[in-house]
């Protein structure tokens, strides 16, 4: 981990810059297998699945038996711990959903939102070493809620054509319509194209490789919405001299260990909290079953010191972090100033890990800064908020000469016609 | 327009297709100016306005004088009917800001979502023959109910080196912190990059041509956020035997006005309306200013028969429609069973023009399509909702166990660490 004291305010932008990632070099390998899946449908995604994945699929959908089967296989303890993070991130997603409230701006002129789901999505779910089954009650709860007719989720299968059992009983229990053994590039193309297995959907949501987010890149600019642009998975703690170094070299590992392009960031008034958390870093790293990648990760790792919170408060502001966690004395007021990040953990006893299995907010978070401009996944994510207007005749009266007058202005007589027309006339009330 | 009588569903898809746009051959000449603009700030702007608007620019951003000057030409007709169409707008936005509901999940776990304006964003209002000052409402207004502290305008200057008295009569009436003199890519390059005279933002809204849609295109994959993909303008108007053929003809011209490219799409059940809107676009059409682009947009347009209301319905919503006007007896009914659309319409008396300046909703919505995934602009487009969690030691306790068990079935025992170091030690709750 680097160490930087005292930078002063205008080198912050430079120092605290995400590493730039070239995907330029990928994008025409992942056109190739999204042309092709786009032209071929599922026999395309069957011969990427034996190429990439190493598994001839007999059948791409997961079936009721294979769900019956997984389920079987997970363990009470660990069901009812998903069980519980389910319900969690339930109840903090429910209250997401806003009432209709109509409002008459002038009378007779009635306007109102109306939220509705959007009908098909696509979930991804990577595989590799960690099932992040977590991840998909993150993005299938509230899809639920939102009221998304077809929640279809793609996750790569193993060498034995199997999703992991924990994958498959989380998303039975969110109410995923279809789960399919597909993953990487051929699982974006077949949910952006459609397959005779795989429905078309409107939004794709999900973390992945470099592949994968080049491939949701890519439909994107075809008119597929995706949830965010992607970047590597980062924390940003702010100390005082009130935080245990025990605590913050923990959080910063369950930071690093997640990849080695992970960024971990201290910020603290604390000088002295940085040794003390570089001892406990090496303390905690021997014990840690993936050393290697976070040790990698703290690498890229800065613990920056500055000379009041304010300093610090204005540095994390400017980073824009995914994780922050506050562990200040006064983190309240502190989290009051916060006007970037994707999620804020407030006080010691908040750890990032609680929110990103079992808290009840969102780990689909924006990285890279862009929490700057964007927000987590909600049930945001998977609605559309539909106007709606209804004048009567007295209504279009009452606001007609705005609107001709207006239209007028720009040169638009059509528009002003539209009332002219209807002022004139008058057909029904 | 070309008239289609009951298409079986089968065939709806191909049907309501709207025509391909191909920007690739844009892509290179954009980039060239984006690039300048970015290694060479103010001066390859200034370069560029010499080049595609024929100004020479002494100043970028419109001075006090300018705004004084401007705000006095503009008839105290037209300002009233600005301010109280600005008045519609802000009612029915203000209402947009969610308050704060703290949810405690489980004892001693606390989750709550705060939405912040983003900090800094940027407006796009194109020039040409119409002074679309009416957009400066639409997004100026919920950026700051948003709470967006940095609000910059471009909009390109005319051969005079001025924009149009409205357009600065609207923008200082909304509260744009600064409005500059620049269009096209130049513009949308400057916002995204930043120079000496305009701030870098975070996030670019507003309509503009295929040079402009593409610059914004390309930002985005380089981080900034936009307000949503673009396509032309359009409007569906679904019609039954109470349907008023004048009218019905005066909403499909208010779009077809708008561009040759525009698309206007009338849905009945009643053959003898097509007849009759038929005989009435002539009439209308041969007194409108803007007959010539009229007529170009109503030769790619589309009348269609439909043997009743249920399948008037289901293709509509097919079609998702940026406008959907429901010109039908129980439009109310009608209205609940809308599933993709980005405006709704109820009625004979509430003509797209009313929504387009003056009701109170929006008027940047999705076009193309986009509304199966998109809403239109809101309050929600200029905040991001951050998520916050505060655990008390006892919460930490209470939600220990499962998240330490779902950490290690994840294999990520980092995570689980960042809970067991806490719920053996203690410093302080």
Redesign the interface.
Known sequence: MQIIKYPSPGTWKQLLQRPAIDKTSLLEQVKIVMDEVKLNGDAAVIKFTQQFDGVVLSGMQVTEDEIAEAVALVSD??KK??R??A??VT??HE??V?GI?L?E??IG?Q?W?KS?G??KVGLYIPGG??????TILMLGIPARIAGCKEIVLCSPPNKQGKLHP?IIYAAQLVGITKICKIGGVQAIAAMAYGTATVPQV??IFGPGNQYVTTAK?LV??E???IDM?AGPSEVCVLADE?A?A??VA??L??????GVDSQVLLVTTNELLVTQVQEELQK?LAL???KKI?EKALENSMAIVVKNLEDGIALVNEYAAEHLMIACKN??VI?EK?????????????????????????HTL?T?????????V?V?SF???????????Q??QN?G???V???E??????????????NE?G???
């Open positions: 303890e660990l711990a998903i519980q993070a319900a969690n109840l903090f209250k997401q806003p409230e409002i701006t002038m002129v306007c939102r509705i959007i009908e070493t960690a099932p992040l089954f977590s924990a409107s939004k890149q994107q600019q008119g597929i919405a642009p009130t245990n025990s605590f923990a959080d590992l369950s930071q690093a260990e997640h905690q840690l079953p993936r976070a983190e309240d989290g916060i006007t970037n990040a994707g999620s804020v953990f407030l006080g010691n006893y908040s750890p990032e890990s609680a929110g990103d299995y079992a808290s009840g907010t969102n924006p890279n800064g862009y929490a700057k401009a964007y927000s987590g909600s945001d609605v559309r908020k539909v106007t709606y207007q209804k004048l009567s005749k209504g279009l606001i000469h705005t609107v007058l207006m239209a202005a720009e040169g638009l007589d059509g528009h002003a016609n539209a009332v002219r027309v209807r006339l057909v029904r009330s």
